[in-house]
């Protein structure tokens, strides 16, 4: 089977060049952001922050509790996250749980569960996955390892347009805050932080438009595949 991994900062398009490439190749797409993004909810739905802080060791104790699946909606034609059999797709993606999710992706435990199942999903199929570690930790002979990256204000720039084309009320501010935020604590955390692996491809894609991002990594993939 086959892997390709991305990994890179927040906001650097990772998903969607990879749900892009994951079509054109017919390979599965995983987002492993998401499942780190599951776990916060569910610590949040189960009373796990205390003065907004993680409660890491009733975390730990609950990890049994939960169940994470991905299944694709033949309506939308997207694969959709779920936590203990319920869509929480659209749950995940809000301010609450990207204000809290790094400093859960930061436990040990919750990340040696999460890579458990990322790598069981790989077995059978080919995949593309998405995330912090994905190369250096996860998949670390994958075929393809790309390291995507652009300036903190233009990422930014891109997730507030998205989170305004959902309705959120949040300000550009807020969006550059909770990226530095991430970034800094993904990448100094001591288990598996984000780093650039020395094998990786860099992206920096500050410049280019989606369709020039998507044609400059398949010129890279189509030389070897
Ligand atoms: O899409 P965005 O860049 O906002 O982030 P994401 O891919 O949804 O990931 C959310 C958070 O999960 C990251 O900021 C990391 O803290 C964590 N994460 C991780 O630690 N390892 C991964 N493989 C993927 C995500």
Redesign the pocket.
């Known amino acids: 089977m086959k892997t390709i991994a991305i990994?890179g900062?927040?906001?650097?398009g990772?998903?969607t060049v990879a749900k892009q490439l994951a079509k054109q190749l017919g390979y599965v797409y995983i987002?492993?952001?998401?499942?780190?993004?599951a776990v916060t909810l569910f610590a949040l739905q189960h009373g796990l922050f205390v003065d907004n802080q993680i409660d890491k060791a009733g975390l730990v104790s609950e990890l049994d509790q939960i169940d994470i699946d991905f299944n694709f909606d033949l309506n939308d034609q997207k694969s959709h996250i779920y936590l203990n059999s319920q869509n929480v797709e659209h749950l995940i993606r809000g301010m609450e749980v990207?204000s809290r999710?790094?400093h859960?992706?930061?436990i040990p435990e919750v990340?040696e569960k999460?890579v458990a199942l990322?790598r069981k999903m790989s077995k059978t199929q080919n995949v593309i996955m998405?995330?912090?570690?994905?190369g250096s930790v996860?998949f670390p002979n994958a075929d393809f390892k790309f390291f995507m990256t652009a300036t903190p204000e233009e990422r930014a720039r891109r997730?507030f347009k998205e989170l305004k084309a959902k309705g959120d009320d949040i300000s550009f501010e807020e969006v550059l805050e909770n990226?530095k935020m991430?970034?800094d604590?993904?990448s100094s955390r001591s288990h598996?932080p984000?780093i650039q692996t020395e094998d990786a491809i860099v992206i920096d894609n500050t410049t280019l438009s989606q369709q020039e991002q998507l044609q400059l990594m398949r010129s890279y993939i189509d030389n070897y595949l």
């Open positions: 990994d900062f927040s906001s650097t990772k998903s987002d492993s952001g998401a499942m780190y993004r990207s999710v790094s859960v992706a930061a990340r999460l990322q998405d995330g912090r570690d994905i996860v997730r990226l991430r970034d604590i993904d598996s984000l």
